[in-house]
């Protein structure tokens, strides 16, 4: 890994500021919400809005990098995220609920801007390499997970209303974003080519390769998304776990997803990504179990760990064998769908996990993911067998 070029460790500073962004609203856009909604089955707006954003800003960005360059999209992605940290604080200054979830919906464009550090690293370097270069830029999560967190508490109280110091602290991260992807060098071999792809999409997305890295990683991204956002309600609101607890366990998984990154190239390496993948979703079962047995600290902890390292699995083992099916003039057009699909269906679930912990019960939002989980089984039980024989 430490041979890997500049661009992947700028590229791995960066997401774990970017992430914090994700943390730092899945950790208090719920409390905020909880404190301004006029019901409280509207508390996860702010939290669901962020990865509506996501979902529908995908395709944009991807399209602007694809013209601007990836560079240029990056350094305004900083600025543009901190103006609307501004507008998160003049809502919650003026406890105005719509307003703030509308600039969590906009944040989304950040969260988009970021998921494209994984395409750049991969492109910064050679075929045998990127499973290492996937891996370091999620590390960059580990970091987040203690930033998010942190500056949320640490700026809670330190201003007259609550949260806005945290804020102000977020808007920090970002100007410490914009000086260092000064220093991102895109890949002249990856430079947008005028050719475009002769392949109509609807060739490409039937190929298995396509259907298995997307459903893997929609899968991931679903399951987590929907139990991590209903975890701070079910926790804190509706059990009365302390703060301290709720970051804990918060801090606990966003290590659980992004950790195991230092070992997923050599577990690749080892048993392949299908079986990798495998591994996940058997991970994300436990954890549901662990989960439903208890409303007890212990068990939300246990289970939030399995949740990240089931997630981790899922989405490098999509992320990698996504590029089996596209060519390089094909890779925006491909990336593009791939990841509308994957935070169009965490959308839902992030948008519907308050609805489901207020209205039905914590045992509900478990039970929901398993038909997912089962079908997901299936698919990479058919792709393992297909590349066997």
């Known amino acids: 890994m430490l041979n890997l070029p500049k661009n992947v460790w700028i590229l791995t500073a960066c997401q774990s500021l970017f992430m914090s962004l994700s943390v730092f609203m899945v950790f208090v856009a719920g409390i905020i919400g909880s404190e301004l909604a006029p ?36 350094l305004s992605a900083c600025i543009y995220s901190i103006l609307l940290i501004g507008l998160c604080i003049f809502s919650i200054s003026e406890e105005i ?23 750049a690293a991969i492109e910064s370097v050679n075929q045998d390499q990127r499973a290492s270069a996937t ?13 998010g967190t942190e500056i949320a508490t640490i700026g809670k109280s330190i201003l007259d209303t609550e ?28 430079k947008e080519q005028i050719e475009k792809s002769k392949r109509p999409l609807l060739s490409i997305i039937q190929q298995g390769s396509f259907v298995v890295a997307v459903s893997a990683a929609t899968t991931g991204y679903v399951v987590m998304s929907f139990i991590m956002t209903a975890t701070p309600v079910s926790m804190h609101v ?41 591994l996940g979703i058997l991970i994300l079962f436990i954890s549901v179990f662990i989960a439903f047995m208890s409303h007890a600290l212990t068990h939300y902890w246990w289970s939030l760990v399995l949740l990240g390292l089931g997630w981790n699995f ?10 089996q099916a596209y060519s390089e003039n094909e890779k925006f057009k491909v990336q593009s769908i791939n990841d509308f699909l994957v935070f169009g269906f965490q959308a839902l679930a992030a948008l519907s ?28 039980l058919w792709w393992f067998f297909k590349k066997t024989n």
């Open 97 to 119: 609920f719509f307003l703030f979830s509308f600039a969590s919906f906009c944040l989304g464009a950040t969260v988009a801007t970021m998921m494209q550090f994984r395409f």
């Open 135 to 147: 891996a370091v830029v999620l590390l960059g999560g580990l970091i987040s997970a203690f930033l």
């Open 163 to 190: 949260f806005v110091g945290s804020f102000l602290l977020l808007a920090l991260l970002f100007i410490i974003a914009f000086v260092l992807m000064f220093f991102f060098e895109p890949a002249v071999k990856f």
């Open 314 to 323: 899922l989405f490098i083992g999509g992320t990698n064998l996504l590029p």
């Open 39 to 74: 019901t409280k089955s509207l508390s996860t707006l702010p939290v669901a809005t962020i990865v509506v954003g996501t979902a529908l800003s995908v395709i944009p960005v991807i399209r602007l990098m694809s013209i601007f360059g990836r560079k240029k999209v990056f």
């Open 238 to 278: 509706m059990d009365g776990h302390s703060l301290h607890h709720t970051k804990l366990v918060l801090q606990s998984h966003v290590i659980a997803m992004f950790l195991p990154s230092l070992f997923t190239a050599y577990i690749v390496k080892y048993i392949g990504l299908t079986k990798m993948m495998l």
């Open 353 to 380: 996990a308050g609805w489901f912990v207020f209205n039905f019960s914590w045992e509900v939002v478990l039970l929901s993911v398993l038909p997912l989980l089962l079908i997901q089984f299936s698919v990479l």
